[in-house]
Structures are given as structure tokens and as C-alpha cells.
């Protein structure tokens, strides 16, 4: 077994199929006690040889919804979350490209030692290093509030799950060449929020030169305002029956209690035009200057090359977690379009989307036009506005639209939220994957082909390799994108005919600040 030195001390990780592991190692201290709300410090030092063959605690979490967790994902929780796991051919010298998985789950669940993100086919293949990390979720990674601003060892209120990972991805720049990794070559990926932290993080100085490509996938760049992350704030307060938000007051509650009292929060009904997120990114002045939109538009990070996409079927995900969703009308399609989009008039938003999708031979009922209709709004326009601003300050940026359809449920779900996932990791085989996302060798061949795009893309800044046709930058005019499917391959401007509707509400128009 390979033994490694590390911040903190040695580790002992181990090998199977082709590749080494090592997991559970710690890249900051527990975040506990008075630590809490606090910028991350390095990891204590320990004696010995610490065991690297057994994945870390998860973050404290709600429990795992029934039929969405994936048996087989850790299940121990603990504030003293703050480890990462690695994956490499070799802990040698061969200056490997280094990818760096950041996991989704809505900044209130999930870990980066999940089934899904195990890095092992990934390394193997691509000849990479790959590293996933676990942050701290929910209230005790992205409360903020001013009454936590810190002592001086973070220059904000909030974004505590930000500093974590700007924490791991400075200790993968300390240590990539231990495990046979090229510190100057890292690519930080993710899905759901953990695309929308990438999103953050390529707007975070903080951050600037930690990683040299960044792929997002379905993370829209979404953040909250200081005001409205205060509300939050205070509406936490009063869940837990704290008359006034001081760190002492809530350094008294339990991380089970904060858990509970943020779930009763993400149950309220958001702002109009909000996600059902109480916790998100904050633009705080500092550590997150602006909002990510607003970066790419003053061209901040502009060397960083980016791989940008979604799903066809986001919202089909879901719809699981409230099956009256599966009994919509027109009137209550119209209802949740007018909150969900209220930059739009609802009757027009419909009336596109189900012209666009009869013209197709697609079904037109009000979940089916629900859940595209969402999707677009949510996460694909949102994307394409944010490649829009990047390309207008001459940036490569790529984009891909996922169209492969789960059969389970019936095909319900079709291309739904965060299916692409195994296939990019290529975890394909494990059965309880298999059973939902489908297999054969049409996943399989699919899988190759996504998987060797993210791998070119990590170690050229262009996803394009000898599996699929060229694959250009894309741009407002031409639109090319990259979809992967039963039927995939470059588009110009795929289902672009709904899309005129958010063209017309909010235009792809590629701003520049100087």
C-alpha cells in the first residue's frame, strides 16, 4: 500500500482495477464549535499513519429522500466534513491533468463521495487525477448574515461552503504532484449547485488561478443579494425561536435542529422568480465582489475556458418530490408560470411552448409543457445568457444540451436533472445506475463519447476528440451545440423556436462593461 505525506501527515490509500485511491483525507480542520461560521483552517496534524480507505462524513443533511438516494452513498454525517477523495493511476511523477468534482444537492445535501462521483473509470481512461470533495451544506455553509461577519480570517458573512472549496482546491494545488497531478493543469467540474458554485468561483479573486478550466453543468448562476440572504437569515431565526441573529445564539444550536429549521424553510413559497433555495452564494462585496453574470461581463476570469450545458428535462426530477405536480391543469400551469417567470407574461410562455412542441409531435400536456417550459427558464437560458457574456469577451465557451431519456417510471422522467452524471463519470455499470439511466451499448457509446470530451476538455481547453465531429465555440448568432442523445451530434440553435420567448423577455445580448 502507497504511503503518502500530506498536510497533516501520512496517509496510506490503496489499489484495485488499475488505480489508487484515497479517501476520507482531510483538507481543513472540523469546522465545529467556535469554528463554526468561520473560514477553514488547515487540518490538524495527526500521528502515525492515518488509514485513506474509507470515505469522510458527509455534511449534515436531511435525511435521503426514498427513490431519488442512491443505495450505496455514505450515510455518516458530521460537522467535521471537510475531507476530499482521490483517484490516479499512479502517485507518481507523470503531471497528470487533475479534475476536481464539486457535488450538487441544492447547498443542502449530497457528498462527494456518492456512487455516482466515484473518479475511478474517469482516471483510468482519461489518465487523470481526479478529486472529489465534501463542503459544508445547508445553514452552517451558506448562512449569512452581519451579525456573523468574521474576525478577519475571511473578509465576509457568508459563503462558508465557498471558502471550503476555494480551501480544497488550494490544497489539490499543494498536492497534485504527490499523487501524480499537474498543479497547473486543474479543471474544477460540477452539477446543480455544485455547477452553480463553479459559476460563483470563476467570479471569486479568491479563487483566481486555483484551476485553468471549469465545466458547469445544469448550474445556473444564481446567488442572493445581501438583503435577501439576511432575510433568510432572520426567517431561519425565527424557525428556531431565536428572537434576534447573533453568532452566539445560533452557535448554541444543534447542526440536526439548523437541518430541520432550514427544511421548513425550503417547504415556503419563494419570491417570485426565486428558486425554493434558502441558502444560497451570497454577493457579498468580498470574498464574491459581483455576481457571476457580472464578472463575465467585465471579462473577470476570461483565460478560463468553459464547458457549459443542461438537461432537456430538468424539471421531470422534480416533479418526484411533489406528485401533485403530475395532476397540473392549464389554470395551474398558468398560476406557476406567472410566479416562476414573472419577467414574462404566462399565456404567451405557454402558448410558445406548446406551439414549438405540437410542431415537433411532441405531447403538449400541461405537466409535459411544465416541465419544458421550467427546464428553459431555470437552467437553459440562464446557461446560455451566461455563455453569451463570455463569448463577448472573445472566450471560448462550449455548449452541449443532454437528450438522453431515462426508461425508468415509464420514461416519465425523460432527460431529467442530473442524469448525465453517470454518464460522464462512467458508472454506468453499477447496477442501481443502470436500472434508472438505462444501459446497452447505446448508453455505453454515449458514455465514451461525453466522457472523452470532459477528458479533452481537461487537458486542452477544447472538448472535441476523435469520438464526435469537431466541436466549435459557441455564439449568440450560430448557437452550435453539442447534444448528447439517441440521436446527438452538433445543432445549430436546437429547440430554439420555444426559446424565443425568453429572447424576447430577456435577450441573449452578450453585455460588455469596461
Given at each position: 500500500?502507497?504511503?503518502?505525506?500530506?498536510?497533516?501527515?501520512?496517509?496510506?490509500?490503496?489499489?484495485?482495477?488499475?488505480?489508487?485511491?484515497?479517501?476520507?483525507?482531510?483538507?481543513?480542520?472540523?469546522?465545529?464549535?467556535?469554528?463554526?461560521?468561520?473560514?477553514?483552517?488547515?487540518?490538524?496534524?495527526?500521528?502515525?499513519?492515518?488509514?485513506?480507505?474509507?470515505?469522510?462524513?458527509?455534511?449534515?443533511?436531511?435525511?435521503?429522500?426514498?427513490?431519488?438516494?442512491?443505495?450505496?452513498?455514505?450515510?455518516?454525517?458530521?460537522?467535521?466534513?471537510?475531507?476530499?477523495?482521490?483517484?490516479?493511476?499512479?502517485?507518481?511523477?507523470?503531471?497528470?491533468?487533475?479534475?476536481?468534482?464539486?457535488?450538487?444537492?441544492?447547498?443542502?445535501?449530497?457528498?462527494?463521495?456518492?456512487?455516482?462521483?466515484?473518479?475511478?473509470?474517469?482516471?483510468?481512461?482519461?489518465?487523470?487525477?481526479?478529486?472529489?470533495?465534501?463542503?459544508?451544506?445547508?445553514?452552517?455553509?451558506?448562512?449569512?448574515?452581519?451579525?456573523?461577519?468574521?474576525?478577519?480570517?475571511?473578509?465576509?458573512?457568508?459563503?462558508?461552503?465557498?471558502?471550503?472549496?476555494?480551501?480544497?482546491?488550494?490544497?489539490?494545488?499543494?498536492?497534485?504532484?504527490?499523487?501524480?497531478?499537474?498543479?497547473?493543469?486543474?479543471?474544477?467540474?460540477?452539477?446543480?449547485?455544485?455547477?452553480?458554485?463553479?459559476?460563483?468561483?470563476?467570479?471569486?479573486?479568491?479563487?483566481?488561478?486555483?484551476?485553468?478550466?471549469?465545466?458547469?453543468?445544469?448550474?445556473?448562476?444564481?446567488?442572493?443579494?445581501?438583503?435577501?440572504?439576511?432575510?433568510?437569515?432572520?426567517?431561519?431565526?425565527?424557525?428556531?425561536?431565536?428572537?434576534?441573529?447573533?453568532?452566539a445564539a445560533l452557535e448554541t444550536v444543534t447542526a440536526a435542529d439548523l437541518v430541520s429549521a432550514t427544511q421548513r424553510l425550503r417547504d415556503r413559497l419563494p419570491p417570485p422568480g426565486?428558486?425554493?433555495?434558502?441558502?444560497?452564494?451570497?454577493?457579498?462585496?468580498?470574498?464574491?465582489?459581483?455576481?457571476?453574470?457580472?464578472?463575465?461581463?467585465?471579462?473577470?476570469?476570461?483565460?478560463?475556458?468553459?464547458?457549459?450545458?443542461?438537461?432537456?428535462?430538468?424539471?421531470?426530477?422534480?416533479?418526484?418530490?411533489?406528485?401533485?405536480?403530475?395532476?397540473?391543469?392549464?389554470?395551474?400551469?398558468?398560476?406557476?408560470?406567472?410566479?416562476?417567470?414573472?419577467?414574462?407574461?404566462?399565456?404567451?410562455?405557454?402558448?410558445?411552448?406548446?406551439?414549438?412542441?405540437?410542431?415537433?409531435?411532441?405531447?403538449?400536456?400541461?405537466?409535459?409543457?411544465?416541465?419544458?417550459?421550467?427546464?428553459?427558464?431555470?437552467?437553459?437560458?440562464?446557461?446560455?445568457?451566461?455563455?453569451?457574456?463570455?463569448?463577448?469577451?472573445?472566450?471560448?465557451?462550449?455548449?452541449?444540451?443532454?437528450?438522453?431519456?431515462?426508461?425508468?417510471?415509464?420514461?416519465?422522467l425523460g432527460s431529467c436533472h442530473a442524469l448525465e452524471i453517470p454518464f460522464v463519470f462512467g458508472s454506468l455499470r453499477q447496477p442501481v445506475v443502470a436500472a434508472f439511466v438505462g444501459?446497452?451499448?447505446?448508453?455505453?457509446?454515449?458514455?465514451?463519447?461525453?466522457?472523452?470530451?470532459?477528458?479533452?476538455?481537461?487537458?486542452?481547453?477544447?472538448?472535441?476528440?476523435?469520438?464526435?465531429?469537431?466541436?466549435?465555440?459557441?455564439?449568440?448568432?450560430?448557437?452550435?451545440?453539442?447534444?448528447?442523445?439517441?440521436?446527438?451530434?452538433?445543432?445549430?440553435?436546437?429547440?430554439?423556436?420555444?426559446?424565443?420567448?425568453?429572447?424576447?423577455?430577456?435577450?441573449?445580448?452578450?453585455?460588455?462593461?469596461?
Amino acid at each position: 500500500m502507497e504511503v503518502l505525506e500530506v498536510a497533516g501527515g501520512r496517509i496510506r490509500g490503496r489499489q484495485r482495477g488499475g488505480v489508487w485511491s484515497y479517501s476520507g483525507v482531510p483538507y481543513a480542520r472540523s469546522p465545529e464549535g467556535p469554528l463554526r461560521w468561520r473560514a477553514p483552517l488547515a487540518p490538524e496534524p495527526w500521528a502515525g499513519i492515518r488509514d485513506a480507505t474509507a470515505f469522510g462524513s458527509m455534511a449534515p443533511q436531511p435525511p435521503p429522500i426514498p427513490g431519488v438516494s442512491v443505495p450505496g452513498d455514505p450515510v455518516e454525517q458530521a460537522e467535521d466534513c471537510l475531507t476530499l477523495n482521490v483517484w490516479t493511476p499512479a502517485p507518481d511523477r507523470a503531471r497528470r491533468p487533475v479534475m476536481v468534482w464539486i457535488h450538487g444537492g441544492g447547498f443542502t445535501s449530497g457528498t462527494g463521495a456518492g456512487l455516482l462521483y466515484r473518479g475511478g473509470e474517469l482516471a483510468q481512461e482519461g489518465d487523470l487525477v481526479v478529486v472529489t470533495i465534501n463542503y459544508r451544506l445547508g445553514a452552517l455553509g451558506f448562512l449569512a448574515h452581519p451579525a456573523l461577519a468574521d474576525d478577519g480570517s475571511a473578509p465576509t458573512f457568508g459563503n462558508w461552503g465557498l471558502l471550503d472549496q476555494v480551501a480544497a482546491l488550494r490544497w489539490v494545488r499543494e498536492h497534485a504532484s504527490v499523487f501524480g497531478g499537474d498543479p497547473g493543469n486543474v479543471t474544477v467540474f460540477g452539477e446543480s449547485a455544485g455547477a452553480m458554485s463553479v459559476s460563483a468561483l470563476l467570479a471569486m479573486p479568491g479563487a483566481d488561478g486555483l484551476f485553468q478550466r471549469a465545466i458547469i453543468e445544469s448550474g445556473p448562476p444564481y446567488t442572493h443579494s445581501p438583503e435577501r440572504a439576511e432575510q433568510a437569515a432572520e426567517h431561519l431565526a425565527g424557525e428556531l425561536g431565536i428572537d434576534r441573529v447573533t453568532r452566539a445564539a445560533l452557535e448554541t444550536v444543534t447542526a440536526a435542529d439548523l437541518v430541520s429549521a432550514t427544511q421548513r424553510l425550503r417547504d415556503r413559497l419563494p419570491p417570485p422568480g426565486e428558486l425554493p433555495l434558502p441558502f444560497l452564494p451570497v454577493v457579498d462585496g468580498t470574498l464574491l465582489p459581483v455576481s457571476p453574470e457580472d464578472a463575465m461581463a467585465t471579462g473577470w476570469t476570461a483565460d478560463v475556458p468553459v464547458l457549459i450545458g443542461t438537461n432537456r428535462d430538468e424539471l421531470s426530477f422534480f416533479a418526484l418530490g411533489d406528485r401533485r405536480l403530475f395532476a397540473i391543469d392549464d389554470d395551474g400551469l398558468l398560476r406557476w408560470m406567472a410566479r416562476a417567470a414573472p419577467e414574462a407574461e404566462p399565456d404567451e410562455v405557454v402558448g410558445c411552448y406548446r406551439e414549438a412542441r405540437a410542431a415537433r409531435g411532441e405531447s403538449i400536456a400541461p405537466l409535459d409543457l411544465w416541465v419544458a417550459a421550467g427546464s428553459d427558464r431555470v437552467f437553459r437560458w440562464p446557461s446560455l445568457t451566461l455563455a453569451a457574456a463570455r463569448r463577448a469577451r472573445g472566450r471560448d465557451t462550449f455548449v452541449y444540451l443532454f437528450t438522453w431519456e431515462a426508461p425508468v417510471f415509464g420514461g416519465v422522467l425523460g432527460s431529467c436533472h442530473a442524469l448525465e452524471i453517470p454518464f460522464v463519470f462512467g458508472s454506468l455499470r453499477q447496477p442501481v445506475v443502470a436500472a434508472f439511466v438505462g444501459d446497452g451499448p447505446e448508453a455505453e457509446a454515449l458514455s465514451k463519447r461525453m466522457r472523452g470530451a470532459w477528458i479533452a476538455f481537461a487537458r486542452h481547453g477544447q472538448p472535441s476528440h476523435s469520438g464526435i465531429e469537431s466541436w466549435p465555440a459557441w455564439d449568440p448568432g450560430r448557437r452550435a451545440t453539442m447534444v448528447f442523445g439517441r440521436h446527438g451530434g452538433l445543432e445549430d440553435a436546437p429547440r430554439n423556436e420555444e426559446l424565443a420567448v425568453w429572447e424576447r423577455n430577456s435577450p441573449l445580448s452578450g453585455r460588455v462593461e469596461a
